[in-house]
């Protein structure tokens, strides 16, 4: 995700409970690691003047997405409180891209985020920018939601339609790479 806006020459931050502990700068990205809700405090505190200009949160999708529906039961069994918490944590990055006054989007799976709070603003799979800028990774199906806010617009318009008509990068590749006569 972070990638283009490095590229572009934007100062960049990951936050990730599976980063190494604290913080890591590397040029223009900054990895934190730690809970999203112990770095938003951290942050204004470093930098309570800093002007984001994108913000996009991926809650676990562990407790939200309905392919692990059979599971939620014996989760909340297990932990009482479960998905409330994973729904908490949902809320709060929908609060903190209000706050952050940029446009925004929360990321999920299909998932009881729609249920649990409102219909997701997007949806897509991934084949479907396949062939857009580099994404020759992307060819596969997994209907991916995104709930947005702060002016979030949906990319990339008209042209996905011809994007999605080119061949893709990675296939391109792999026929070549089986066709290829290394000699010459």
Known sequence: MLRPWLDAGFECHAVDIQHPPGKTTEGLLTRWGMDVREWARVFVEERPDAAVVFASFFPPCTDLAVSGARWFASKEAASPGTRARAMALVHWADEMGRRLACPYFIENPVSVISTEWRKYDHAFHPYEYGGYRGGENDGYT?????????????????????????????????????????SK
């Open 142 to 182: 997994k209907k991916t939601c995104l709930w947005t806010g702060g002016g979030f617009v949906m990319p990339p318009g008209p042209e996905r339609q011809n994007l999605r008509s080119q061949t893709p990068a990675g296939f391109a590749r792999a026929v070549f790479e089986a066709h290829a006569d290394p």
